[in-house]
């Protein structure tokens, strides 16, 4: 950059020369990337607020947990209830279910892990990874609480039918045990766990 | 659009308009005096037909919107049936001439779907997506792909139990992109699960899209005029007297099409408005139940049975958005230089088998996806992957075809002595 040209109050003559030029060039060049940048900023900010809109809202964050009795199942009995939209089963085991899950292998399995929010998720899918904790740090095996969506396309099982003695997507066939674990079917793992709480002995909070 | 503009502007009126904003040289050049290739049949009425349809669609629809609630909520306090279904049954019931509206609306998608999927068809047979008329073909996959999603946010809106659960199905498809597809479909609901807050954007999204299509078809038409219509014989346009003037020729053969087009959509509106549609999406949405069968609407089917045919969840995606991506590359995929299969023996076979292909995959995207219907449902989609793939590079290479007429005029005026000997059965 020419020194001389930048001095202040030096008008330069009308087709001078190339240096002029040059200078103008790459001032211009400044100018048209400095513009065209605080341009791309600007819109980008425009754009995320119009993007994260889209996202859920306050008021449906603020619905993240939701209380519910485990005393109040009868042996067998499967209760339903939404939590943040999604159905949630809860329901009380028999003896006989509980030893059957207990007993099958790591290796029957189609998904090896555990999918419980409330454990690190290298955690495995034996029955104690899936049911609750008591408040005495005890597993809870004759409770299991599951997110109701079967990790395929989103359907909701029915309990009592499939093979595994637990719930049955009939969207596309899969099928779960009474631990929901999936063994047969095109969905790829376990219903989810949520994660739970025990707000008194019976009482559980999930999420 | 192409080629020099005989429009003589007639009045003073038109003549002072003309210099100012020449609109209707525009429509004359684009529609009356349009030079058309002679030997159109019917087939190339589905253009018109499916431009009465978008605008059937338009027009019932923002009738609809002036009587539809969006809302998820319950109607009364503690009913399980949301203000959204309730306000179609009001739709259906109450409102004056509320049930016309909402049956041509309901069965308009429908007849749009018949009608572009004999249009697409009709594109594949003739060549008409091959130079120099990519353009025109893709701009076409844009607006089906639009047509999809648009008839996709339009069946949640009655928020029936298949509107729900389908809604999820497909949300869902989502969630199977690795890494970001957790949030992406967060994101698409607007909540942990589809809410109030999914059909509220569908509603918007819905209303919004066919005014896009409309848009697109525009772009449509201009890609159309500036190579000329494609033809039966798939010879380009030699001279003038290869075509006729658009109007009266096409404009009454449109017409009548579009009568008898309309036959069939009034006979479907009138005595049997619910027979395309699927019985269960008349019991209001249930979070906690999905119905046992759950079914897209008839137009889907196709789709859905690739999605399932592939044994891993997103296998299955990537095979289904594959389906209609490949389209994009068809003009690339078919290596033939002669257009129309009329004259390409081995490739009218393929092809034939290739609409088997569709209809079966139709037939079995409406069955459990079990047993033997998978086994058919896999064998159909590597077909119709087959058939764009391997068929169509492989045969343009292969294939003797037989010989087109020099030109158009010549094929309509002697027709059959330009036939290959072996198209006795077309
Ligand atoms: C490409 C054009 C369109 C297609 C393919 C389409 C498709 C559909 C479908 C399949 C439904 C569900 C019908 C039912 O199950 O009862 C629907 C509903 C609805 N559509 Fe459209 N639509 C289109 C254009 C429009 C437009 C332009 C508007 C408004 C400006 C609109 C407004 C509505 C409303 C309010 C409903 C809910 C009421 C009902 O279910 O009858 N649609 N649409
Ligand atoms: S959604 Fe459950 S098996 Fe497909």
């Not at chain 1, 899918?125 to 989103?154: M, Q, Y």
């Not at chain 2, 772009?219 to 003037?245: F, Q, Y």
Request: proline share 7%; hydrophobic share 50%.
């Amino acid at each position: 950059m020419a020194e001389a040209n930048t001095a202040p109050g030096m008008m330069t003559p009308l087709g001078h020369g190339a240096g002029t030029n040059e200078h103008d060039a790459s001032r211009r060049d400044f100018i048209f990337i400095a513009a065209g940048a605080a341009g791309a900023i600007g819109a980008a900010a425009v754009v995320w607020p119009l993007i994260d809109q889209m996202n859920p809202a306050g008021d449906a964050r603020a619905l993240a947990t939701i209380e519910f009795d485990l005393a109040k199942l009868e042996l067998g009995q499967e209760v339903r209830f939404t939590w943040q939209g999604k159905p949630v089963f809860a329901r009380r085991r028999t003896p006989e279910e509980i030893t059957k899950s207990e007993q099958t292998a790591l290796s029957a399995l189609k998904d090896k892990l555990s999918r419980n929010q409330g454990l690190p998720a290298s955690a495995d899918a034996s029955d104690a990874n899936r049911v609750p904790v008591g408040p005495d740090g005890k597993p809870k095996p004759e409770f299991i609480v599951l997110v109701g969506t079967c990790t395929h396309l989103g359907c909701v099982p029915v309990f009592g039918q499939g093979d595994f003695g637990g719930w049955f997507c009939p969207c596309h066939g899969s099928h779960y045990d009474t631990a929901g674990r999936i063994r047969i079917g095109p969905a790829p793992a376990n219903l989810e766990v949520p994660k739970l709480a025990f707000v008194t002995d019976s009482v559980v909070r999930i999420g | 659009m192409s080629g020099p503009s005989n429009y003589q502007p007639g009045s003073a009126f038109e003549k002072w308009l003309d210099t100012r904003l020449p609109i209707i040289r525009l429509g004359y050049d684009s529609i009356v005096d349009f030079p058309t290739p002679k030997n159109l049949n019917y087939w190339y009425t589905f253009g018109g037909i499916l431009t009465f349809c978008l605008a059937v669609q338009i027009v019932t629809g923002i009738v609809l919107a002036m009587h539809y609630v969006a809302s998820a909520q319950p109607f009364i306090e503690g009913s399980n049936i949301s203000q959204a279904f309730a306000s179609v049954q009001r739709i259906q019931r109450d409102v004056s001439y509320g049930w016309l509206i909402q049956s041509l609306h309901t069965v308009g998608a429908s007849m749009f779907f018949i009608a572009v999927y004999i249009h697409m068809f009709r594109g594949l047979y003739y060549g008409s997506y091959k130079a120099p008329r990519e353009i025109l073909w893709a701009i076409g996959v844009v607006i089906f792909l639009l047509m999809m999603a648009t008839a996709f946010m339009g069946y949640v809106l009655p928020w029936g139990q298949m509107s729900f659960h389908g809604a999820a199905v497909i949300t869902n498809l989502i969630g199977a992109f690795p890494v970001v597809g957790d949030a992406l479909r967060t994101w698409i609901w607007g909540d942990f699960a589809v809410s109030n807050a999914t059909l509220n954007r569908f509603f918007s999204l819905h209303y919004l899209m066919p005014f896009v299509i409309a848009a697109m078809v525009g772009m449509h038409i201009w890609a159309l005029h500036v190579p000329g219509n494609n033809n039966p014989t798939g010879v380009e346009v030699k001279s003038k007297a290869d075509t006729v003037p658009f109007h009266p020729f096409y404009t009454v053969k449109d017409a009548f099409a579009l009568a008898l087009f309309m036959i069939l959509f009034a006979a479907f509106v009138f005595f049997m408005p619910d027979a395309l549609g699927h019985p269960d999406n008349y019991i209001p949405a249930n979070a906690l139940s999905t119905p046992t069968h759950i079914v897209p609407e008839w137009y889907f089917l196709p789709f859905y049975a690739i999605l399932r045919a592939i044994p891993d969840k997103l296998g299955g995606v990537i095979a289904m958005f594959g389906s209609i991506m490949v389209l994009f590359a068809l003009p690339w995929l078919d290596t033939s230089r002669v257009k129309s299969m009329r004259y390409r023996p081995l490739a009218r076979q393929f092809f034939l088998l290739f609409v088997v292909a569709c209809l079966t995959l139709g037939y079995v995207g409406a069955q459990p996806a079990e047993g033997l219907f998978l086994i058919i449902a896999q064998i159909a989609t590597a077909y119709y992957f087959l058939f764009f793939l391997a068929i169509l590079p492989i045969l343009g290479i292969v294939e003797r075809p037989g010989n087109a007429p020099a030109s158009i005029s010549e094929a309509v005026l002697k027709p059959g002595a330009a036939r290959p000997a072996h198209a006795a059965a077309e």
